[in-house]
């Protein structure tokens, strides 16, 4: 069985890149931006009133994406 913390771990620390976050914007979106340097990364750690985090955000001009984890209750 594997360790669902381990596999967060790992993606998140292979979409912390610019680089990989633009090409998954660019996967996403259909678009065909060639800049990393306009990406602004704002993951945020916690919340002041839950244990809910955004696993991945950045934005890029005016938008806003987030990756959050859905997790059962």
């Known amino acids: 069985m594997t360790n669902p913390k381990v596999r967060d771990t790992v993606f998140c620390k292979y979409m912390s890149t610019r680089d990989h976050l633009l090409a998954l914007l660019n996967a996403i979106k259909g678009t065909r931006y060639t800049d990393p ?31 959050i984890e859905h997790q059962t209750l």
């Open 37 to 67: 340097s306009g990406i602004k990364i704002n993951t945020l750690s916690g919340s002041f009133y839950s244990n809910i985090k955004n696993d991945i955000s950045f934005m890029l001009d005016t938008l806003i994406m987030m990756l």
